[in-house]
T-cell receptor, first 116, second 113 residues
Framework: DAGVIQSPRHEVTEMGQEVTLRCKPI?????LFWYRQTMMRGLELLIY????????DSGMPEDRFSAKMPNASFSTLKIQPSEPRDSAVYFC??????????????FGQGTRLTVV | ELKVEQNPLFLSMQEGKNYTIYCNYS?????LYWYRQDPGKSLESLFV?????AVKQEGRLMASLDTKARLSTLHITAAVHDLSATYFC?????????????FGAGTILRVKS
């Protein structure tokens, strides 16, 4: 398997623009996590899905952020409108709970977002 | 709310020395994970600890879990430069319809030759 695939790897956008980040989880994994990493706040869980259903979105910072998982092989995280404080690395991770390794999550390479 | 605390947050050590990174968490869980992150890279799974008393070793790193004390340790033996990275612990928090992983702040390890 190619692992968790995220796109784009880098995104530079102007304040106020819409940004969409994409993630393809590992085939067969039924949990998907979106994390945000910054120097100030570390690694924050934004939202996670189980069997394509959002389970906990309490980490989503505000209404400008939304996430979807229309099927088992694709998820998006959208920011609209984007602001400079959204600049961070966004990671997607997937896992297959109950298969003997707990919720061990495998991470994608991340999307480095810069909002200017 | 589950809180996961690591200490130290920054560790500078000489090659050949031993040291331990600690991970404390605030609510009941019997599953904990250690990850490594190199600068500019993603997170790589190191250890999966799934029960009280679990101990895993890989090379110069050994991880253990004490669920009663809500404590995990990552012990470094005879450090080498290649171990320089940021190490995270993550605790598995069971919710009604799923499990979420809550990460500590990370420990930046620098091994000096």
């Amino acid at each position: 398997d190619a692992g968790v695939i995220q796109s784009p790897r880098h995104e530079v956008t102007e304040m106020g623009q819409e940004v969409t980040l994409r993630c393809k989880p590992i085939s067969g994994h039924n949990s998907l996590f979106w994390y945000r990493q910054t120097m100030m706040r570390g690694l924050e869980l934004l939202i996670y899905f189980n069997n394509n259903v959002p389970i906990d979105d309490s980490g989503m910072p505000e209404d400008r952020f939304s996430a979807k998982m229309p099927n088992a092989s694709f998820s998006t995280l959208k920011i609209q409108p984007s602001e400079p404080r959204d600049s961070a690395v966004y990671f997607c991770a997937s896992s297959r709970p109950g298969q003997g390794q707990g919720t061990e999550a495998f991470f994608g390479q991340g999307t480095r977002l810069t909002v200017v | 709310e589950l809180k996961v605390e690591q200490n130290p947050l920054f560790l500078s050590m000489q090659e050949g020395k031993n040291y331990t990174i600690y991970c404390n968490y605030s609510t009941t869980s019997d599953r904990l994970y250690w990850y490594r992150q190199d600068p500019g890279k993603s997170l790589e799974s190191l250890f999966v600890l799934l029960s009280n008393g679990a101990v895993k070793q890989e090379g110069r790193l050994m991880a253990s879990l004490d669920t009663k004390a809500r404590l995990s340790t990552l012990h470094i033996t005879a450090a080498v430069h290649d171990l320089s990275a940021t190490y995270f612990c993550a605790v598995d928090m069971k919710q009604e319809y799923g499990n979420k992983l809550v990460f500590g702040a990370g420990t930046i390890l620098r091994v000096k030759s």
